[in-house]
């Protein structure tokens, strides 16, 4: 009997050892299934472990830039098979594209237009019989951080002049503004000892307007910077095209003399998109042979955004707002815009530029 239960814990213990084999030769085989990749796993966020949470996190970021290599040169290599018949190339959805029509859309052509151009507040600075002068304030009381934001603005637009603020109310710097004969006057505003805000106002009848500032450099901040001359600038006002907007466009032109100087090879630009507006300002430079072009900046740079526009001179108590920014009746949808409904891009707007407008220049500047 003793004999019998050993070799039945015998034959147990080698039973036992054949299951061990078994579920190793399991485990090997799992180890040479290929994993799904790891954009098709689930969701990294639940893996409570950093390192390994990090490690999924970078295969899947590889594993998606190499389909996407491979994607594209597939449909390059079908659509250079196929020729003319090939797909269309795929375009991006951008709030840009799916915008909602603006109804005050306005073409350049539009007599009306033309007509209201005429007789406008800036019509006698864009018909050159007015030089603008810029008269440029604070808040009163700025911090020392502000000054080089004005000492760049003053070299920014030609003809400008820098008043102490003190204590004076905006009517009365408008009012003595005016009587010196300045065509505009800015005023600057800050938060944190940056720039914020700025009112600019039409003298001596309006109108007068607010801008939100934002994302301010400075040209010593910017690198590689070039130099400003004291020519006078080229002026790009870029998709300023509802009604609204192509009065905003041609308040800002109003700062600039527009008898350009095209041998200073100097370009301002306002671009507006998504009612933001982009204020740069570059030097373009010319190969030996005339043939190429190339940009380099100038600055300072910075980002404007419209709150309000009122007719006359500064007065938030009885003065008429022609509009005015409600974010809650107006921001309803992220692709309705209020100055701009063309789709149009920086890089465009650089490329046609140098395209079109600079081989005139070249010749101009060889002709003097």
Known sequence: MGKEDKRN??????????????????????????????????????????????????????????????????????????????????????????????VTMISAEDEEIVGDEMDD????????????????TTRPFPSADLYPFIQNLMEFVPNSFYYKRGTYDIK?????????????????????????????????????????????????KIENHARKTSHQPEVILNNFNTRLGHRIGRFLG?????????????????????DFIFVRQHRYIFDDNGKKARLQEIGPKFTMKLRWLQEGTFDTKFGEYEWIHKQHAMDTSRRKFHLKTSEDSWHLLVEVYIIVFIPRQVNLIRAR
């Open 9 to 102: 814990r015998r034959g147990k213990k080698d039973e036992g050892k054949d299951d061990k084999r078994d579920r190793r030769g399991k485990k090997d085989e799992a180890e040479e299934t290929v994993v799904a990749p790891a954009h098709l796993r689930k969701n990294p966020s639940a893996i409570k472990n950093k390192i390994k949470r990090q490690e999924i996190m970078v295969k899947y970021k590889k594993e998606k830039k190499a389909l996407r290599e491979e994607k594209r040169a597939q449909r390059k290599k079908e659509a250079e098979e196929l020729g003319d018949k090939a797909p269309p190339k795929l375009v991006p959805r951008t709030i840009d594209n799916t915008r909602e029509q603006e």
């Open 121 to 136: 507040e800036f019509a006698s600075i864009f018909g050159n019989e007015e030089t603008p002068k810029i008269m440029w």
């Open 172 to 220: 009365d710097i408008c009012r003595f503004a005016g009587n010196k004969a300045f065509t505009h006057v800015g005023i600057l505003s800050e938060k944190e000892k940056k720039c914020n805000g700025m009112v600019i106002s039409r003298l001596p009848h309006g109108p007068t307007a607010f801008f939100k500032i934002s994302n301010v450099v400075l040209m010593d």
């Open 254 to 274: 109003s700062f600039f003399e527009h008898k350009p100087e095209f041998i200073g090879r100097q370009v301002v630009t306002f671009h507006n998109q998504r």
